[in-house]
């Protein structure tokens, strides 16, 4: 198999895990959004420790304590991840996994405008139609909820700052997050610990604690597997695959969940897609523009100069 196609699997498998993660979270409701959050932190931590010392990897690990620069950021990662975890854990177990997959499918969008603002990017005419769409999409589904989807916007914005910052920090996937479950392992500790013997973790069966102890595998594995991927396949193959995941969780709301869709709903989540299709072809064509291009130059460049013969 090449790599380009193990790359491909890869991203492929973790974007359906994502996408299936409203069952996992369904099953899990008895703990409540916080609990489930805290112990997904500390389940976590206890893998990704495991995966560093298999890699050995705690030197770099131990490094990092000289650029302080680089933890101040990963707190900052930290805190953002959180509060995209437990928006998305209170979003499935309040029944609103449709608006979940919003934030998902307008996170791109998103990633546009913090490219503008922050990091000062000038925008193709295709991204400002796409962000504009997208905007309008937002405007029509606040109307139809009576306020702003406040769910998906602030996963899509959490998650949109935490690729930022995880962008200018440049750690691997799995030093970043041992530092991510590290610096949030005290407060979820604390709180695990102010439950006492409201901690679901003992009280509600042997599968119920199984569940929860398994949240460190589920949030470490589809990590992992979309690192292989994205060290593998071009970024617009990832631009791609990256709305299989909100897709089915818009499905799982939709059909599985019974979720509300009113017209007005559906025609929101239309625009939405419009501005997703708007986008992803802009950069598809403007890749592949720059591809042919740099192609041409190439040629240009290797074809010797000929003489010119004079009298």
Known sequence: MSDLRRGYLLGFGAYVLWGFFPLYFKMLKSAGPVEILAHRVVWSLACVAVLITVLRRWRAIAALRHTPGKIAAMAAAAVLIAINWGTY??????????????????????VILLGVVVLRERLRRGQWIAVGVGTLSVVVLAVDYGRLPWIALTLACSFGLYGLVKKRVGLPPADGLLLESAILFL????????????????????????????????????????????????????????????IIQFGLGVFLFHEPMPAARWLGFGLVWLALAVFSVEGLVHVRGNRARAAATAVAEQVPEVPVLRD
Request: hydrophobic share 50%; charged share 5%.
């Open 89 to 110: 854990i209170f979003g499935v177990n309040s029944a609103r996994v449709v608006e979940t997959a919003l934030g998902y499918f307008i996170t791109p969008l998103v």
């Open 187 to 246: 407060p979820a500790a604390a709180y695990l610990a102010y439950l006492g013997g409201d901690n679901t973790f003992t009280r509600d069966g042997a599968g119920h604690t199984l569940l929860l102890a398994f949240s460190g595998i589920a949030t470490v594995g589809p990590l992992l597997m979309f690192a292989g991927a994205a060290n593998r396949i071009p970024l617009y193959g990832i631009g791609m695959l990256q709305y299989i995941g909100p």
